[in-house]
């Protein structure tokens, strides 16, 4: 079974950093795209960003420019580099990788914490 471990999260002040980390296990699974998403409470889970496994990456518009995702094929883990944090940047941030064929995010992190205040 493929598993993935989030760690990172925590409490930061407006305009921080944060920098949060997924680590994959499991068997010899190994993930063409891994993304993050963030979800806060009472709202819809939101596509944060994506990386493939050539590096290619993918970004919501609300996080451009301050976040930054990348991987590390030799560990199996992700991460994502989160700069000038707003209030609204809190969520829990969750990891997910696509299935074997490529088609939908599958496997899911347990998530961590982020929360930014002001």
């Known amino acids: 079974q493929v598993q993935l471990v989030e760690s990172g999260g925590g409490l930061v002040q407006s305009g921080g950093s944060l920098r949060l980390s997924c680590a994959a296990s499991?068997?010899?699974?190994?993930?063409?795209?891994m993304g993050w998403f963030r979800q806060a409470p009472g709202k819809e889970r939101e596509f944060v960003t994506a990386?493939?496994?050539?590096?290619?990456?993918y970004y919501a518009d609300s996080v451009k420019g301050r976040f930054t995702i990348s991987r590390d094929n030799t560990k199996n883990t992700v991460y994502l580099q989160m700069n000038s944090l707003k209030p609204e940047d809190t969520a829990v941030y969750l990891c997910?990788?696509?299935?074997?064929?490529?088609?939908?995010?599958?496997?899911w992190g347990q998530g961590t914490q982020v929360t930014v205040s002001s």
């Open positions: 990386i493939t496994w050539s590096g290619g990456t």
């Open positions: 997910a990788s696509k299935g074997f064929r490529g088609i939908s995010y599958i496997y």
């Open positions: 499991g068997g010899t699974f190994r993930s063409y795209v």
